[in-house]
């Protein structure tokens, strides 16, 4: 009988197809996240959203975003945003600037 795929590993497939082909990390975090939105838990949300900004935020250093500009990038709610953020924070991984910017700490 002929395995199936797990879910886990095509979206891995997914990643590297389009960071192979020159995409951010940011376009492939969305396309998976697109794939799994009407079944993730928001815990699972927040998780997998931390995940996400983090690595961006990796990715290009210099990254400086408001809340706005983050919930448009990320595509998620205010409430969401300001949780991921505060979080991010509160661990040292962002600071937010007197303008109201979010970078690295």
Not at 57 to 63: D, I, S, T
Not at 87 to 104: A, H, Q
Request: proline letters at 4%; one cysteine or more.
């Amino acid at each position: 009988m002929p395995r199936c795929k797990s879910r886990r590993s095509s979206e891995t497939g997914e990643v590297t197809r389009l960071l192979k082909e020159g995409g951010s990390a940011a376009k492939a975090a969305r396309a998976i996240a697109n794939e799994r939105h009407d079944i993730r838990t928001p815990s699972v949300a927040i998780r997998t959203l931390l995940e996400q900004v983090q690595a961006e935020y990796a990715e290009m250093p210099g990254l400086s975003v408001t809340l706005p500009q983050a919930q448009r990038l990320w595509v998620v709610d205010q409430a969401t945003c300001e949780e991921v953020f505060s979080r991010l924070i509160s661990r040292g991984v962002l600071r937010r600037t007197t303008k109201g910017r979010f970078v690295r700490a």
